[in-house]
């Protein structure tokens, strides 16, 4: 009796190298990716433990030491993988029917056609509580690394960083009755203060969930901005769930931290401000710490619309990698462990729409472990770098940046 055919067995996919001659990549980048059916396979290691189902709701699980690079060293954009369903931009908790489709939300169409994302930076709202940071040299690293480098000062924000751009662009774009109905978000802290300062703004109430070891002088600096705080759950995720079904329960809009379009072009005026305030003709390379991945796709979006010859560069820590894992892979993971010696970057799942953009735009990753953002805090923090040798300067030049900022490299 003749067996039954079962379906035909996929095709695999052609290899996916980077040549370090062809890409434009340093000489002693070793680092080779090869798509297979079963997984990957990363500096010769079959990575089983990263299956990648591209038919699966979710982003695969995988860990931080999964992937490794030499610290420094330029990691390539995976460009070829086709689209995963689970990295379809959606809003949380949307239910619409119209929006569970492969284009996904149909709330933000302008988000996939040309100069969307340019006209929405450039006519951003965020100036009604934002400032326009200084651009300022910072000459002990520019002396030491043979360059000049400039810090975006986003410290001297009224909540001490960038996500009041975010935060309040979102919030800008509601509706009177959706600022009746409120505001709801979940953070562990910037955040936190950015929509409770937006809110204040806005005139509408913000309920902040917050995990239950917050530390109390996170929850009193929302308290003191009118934020109705919420301590909940053992983790963010806990905590950002509930938020989430609290929103619809109350019919509060959740604002998130990342992964919304308007967040993004909020968070991309900061980008702007670097353009007008540089001398872009000189402008080589933006370094851009990367958490959940906003404010680099807002940045990378204004920066490769008015100057693309600019090298948009984003900062991970090695403990938690995930854009850097998400770009090589060409698809969305989920961490199943975070080191949060950078709390601010500590982020197991990048958003989807940040995801995207960055995939599109950026020129690269660079991970640094925690002695090298160390020792770039304690360089930053004084007046003049140390002295060094040739070989250290090219050494530091691809190591510097701290995972709190963002810089810009620029020729003498």
């Not at 290899?15 to 890409?23: A, E, G, L, Q, V």
């Not at 680092?31 to 299956?51: F, N």
């Not at 308290?223 to 929103?247: D, I, K, N, P």
């Not at 995801?355 to 950026?362: D, G, P, T, V």
């Amino acid at each position: 009796m003749e067996e039954a055919s079962g379906p035909a067995a996929p095709a695999v996919p052609e290899p996916i190298r980077f040549s370090p001659k062809k890409d434009g990549l340093p000489k002693t980048f070793t680092y080779t990716l090869e798509k297979r059916v079963s997984g990957i396979v990363v500096d010769g290691r079959d990575e089983a433990a990263m299956p990648s189902p591209r038919c699966g709701s979710m982003p695969p699980l995988v860990d931080p030491e999964d992937f490794g690079a030499p610290p420094g060293q330029l990691i390539p954009i995976n460009r070829s993988t086709p689209p995963s369903p689970a990295d379809v931009y959606r809003c949380a908790g949307c239910v619409k029917a119209e929006c569970q489709g492969p284009t996904g939300c149909t709330d933000f169409q302008w988000r996939d056609q040309s100069g969307g994302y340019l006209r929405e930076i450039l006519t951003s709202r965020v100036y009604s509580v934002a400032r326009e940071t200084p651009l300022e040299r910072a000459p002990g690293i520019s002396d030491a690394i043979g360059c000049n480098l400039y810090l975006k000062r986003e410290d001297m924000q009224p909540v001490h960083s960038f996500k009041i751009r975010g935060a309040f662009n979102r919030m800008a774009r509601l509706t009177p009755e959706q600022l009746k109905r409120g505001v709801i978000c979940s953070s562990a802290g910037n955040h936190a203060q950015g929509v409770a300062m937006s809110a204040a703004h806005l005139g509408c109430s913000a309920v902040i969930c917050m995990p239950t070891n917050s530390p109390e002088i996170k929850y009193q600096a929302v308290e003191r901005l009118g934020g109705t705080v919420e301590l909940v759950g053992e983790s963010f995720y806990e905590t950002a769930a509930h938020a989430v079904a609290r929103g619809i329960a109350e019919g509060r809009t959740f604002i998130n931290a990342y992964d919304d379009p308007y967040c993004i072009a909020g968070q991309g005026t900061a980008g702007a401000e670097i353009l007008r305030q540089g001398d872009i003709d000189k402008m080589d390379y933006i370094f851009v710490a990367v958490g959940g991945g906003g404010l680099i796709a807002g940045i990378a979006a204004v920066v490769k619309a008015l100057k693309p010859s600019i090298k948009i560069i984003g900062v991970e820590p090695t403990g938690a990698n995930s854009m850097t894992q998400s770009l090589v892979r060409g698809e969305r993971v989920t961490l199943s462990k975070v080191d949060a010696f950078a709390d601010g970057v500590a982020i197991k799942l990048v958003g989807a729409e940040a995801f995207r953009l960055c995939r599109e735009l950026l020129d690269g990753m660079l991970l640094v472990d925690n002695a090298a953002i160390s020792a770039a805090i304690k360089r930053c923090s004084t007046r003049r770098g140390p002295s060094w040798n040739r070989r250290a300067r090219w050494r530091w030049r691809a190591r510097w940046p701290s995972p709190r900022g963002i810089a810009c490299a620029a020729r003498p």
